[in-house]
């Protein structure tokens, strides 16, 4: 890294811890830590909502999904709006109006303390290990950026992380949550424009060749149930997991509880609403596009270079099968930009390609013959 990305990196991260602390400093009632003095506006609300259930690991991952699977994923995100606008009418005025801190507390209120405790036991013990995962995820990326070990990088963004939490509660969350949004968002965007720019073909010419592999179906109407995301699917039991997640999980409750009045708590939820899909669909377009770049430039076999020279030895036959079938895709890429109706033999190799890369750096516990007789190789597990 050079010094100016030392620069950007540590201003960034020195910016937003050091505006959410000074943004907190003086807290000394637990509802205000809470519930952060219940002072946020609409958008704060809503921009904190977004950022708690887009976490590092969406901006990650998401875009492999949109590079292996397409847009596809975003049905799984439809019935985010309509399980907003329920929340926004049942659960949210109930919350407001007991004044509960915590999700966890109306239960007790509801039912017993028995009940209470149980239930935010549950959600501390599945929040502590999703954090961990969280956390985890980026400090993969960072480690081999920076050159760090593994384990430095996820304690240093730990503490971090534990630093502004802990001094400024709910806050301080909300506060930095908005910058970390608008950087995360402003980067997905810039990865885009880079992305397009850099392609060897126009823009409509990239769209054609991702729309002829089935990068571009967006939604599904089909009732398979074979298929993991249709419109039903997403229409249905995306909403039941939406409302089961933003209306008792406390990292979302806390959000909108920190509204200054029912109003903007339900404004903010309902910004969510608009915006969630449209977000989800732009960072799905970041992978489809890297797709297409390697479609005309050749990709490594699998993208973790440390886990691809390890196992570089056993698996050079299917690198040899990976580049015979780049080159085939090329030419009839080439063939269809001519005009050529070769969409359903571009898809059959695609196919194949898809059947050499391995998914995971994970080994499988057994052998695998390659197609080359006599030469056996370890093959990736896929997922």
């Not at 606008?85 to 017993?112: G, H, M, N, S, W």
């Not at 298929?227 to 999980?249: E, Q």
């Not at 939820?269 to 449209?278: D, E, F, H, Y």
């Not at 030895?313 to 063939?335: D, G, N, S, V, W």
């Amino acid at each position: 890294m050079s010094g100016l990305d030392w620069l950007v990196l540590g201003g960034t991260l020195a910016a937003i811890v050091g505006y959410g602390t000074y943004q907190t400093r003086g807290i000394k009632h637990v509802g205000t830590y809470l519930r952060g003095g219940q002072e946020s506006r609409w958008y704060t609300v809503g921009l904190s909502i977004m950022a708690t259930q887009a976490s590092a690991i969406t901006f990650l991952s998401t875009p492999g999904q949109g590079f292996e699977e397409g847009l596809g994923f975003v049905q799984f995100y439809f019935g985010v709006p309509l399980a907003m606008v329920i929340l926004c009418a049942t659960i949210v005025p109930l919350y407001y109006r007991t004044k509960v801190l915590t999700a966890y507390e109306y239960l007790e209120q509801r039912f017993d303390l028995k009940t209470r405790q149980l239930t935010a036991a549950i959600f501390l013990l599945q929040r502590g290990l999703g954090t961990g995962v969280s956390i985890y995820a980026p400090a993969i990326i960072l480690s081999a950026v920076l050159g760090w070990p593994l384990l430095l990088t996820t304690v240093a963004i730990g503490v971090v992380v534990i630093v502004y939490t802990v001094s400024g509660g709910a806050k301080a969350v909300n506060q930095t949550q908005q910058l970390q949004m608008a950087v995360m968002l402003a980067g997905m965007a810039l990865a885009v424009v880079v992305i397009v720019r850099q392609l060897p073909v126009s823009l409509p010419d990239a769209l054609r060749v991702a729309g002829v592999l089935g990068k571009l179906k967006a939604v599904d109407y089909s009732a398979r149930l074979d298929t993991r995301y249709t419109f039903w699917s997403g229409i249905t039991g995306g909403t039941f997991v939406a409302l089961a997640y933003f209306g008792t999980d406390q990292s979302q409750v806390q959000r909108y509880l920190s509204g200054e009045s029912l109003k903007q708590a339900r404004l903010g939820m309902l910004m969510n609403a608009l915006l969630k899909v449209p977000m989800q669909l732009m960072i799905l377009s970041v992978g489809v596009f890297v797709f297409v770049f390697f479609q005309f430039t050749p990709s490594p076999v699998f993208f973790n270079q440390p886990a691809l020279e390890k196992a570089r030895p056993a698996i050079a036959p299917l690198e040899e099968q990976h580049l015979q079938l780049f080159t085939e895709k090329r030419a009839l890429i080439e063939r269809f930009q001519h005009g050529e109706a070769v969409g359903q033999e571009l898809q059959a190799v695609e196919a194949r390609d898809r059947l050499v890369r391995p998914r995971r750096a994970r080994r499988c516990s057994r052998p695998t013959r390659s197609r080359t007789p006599k030469t056996p190789t370890t093959s990736f597990c896929r997922s």
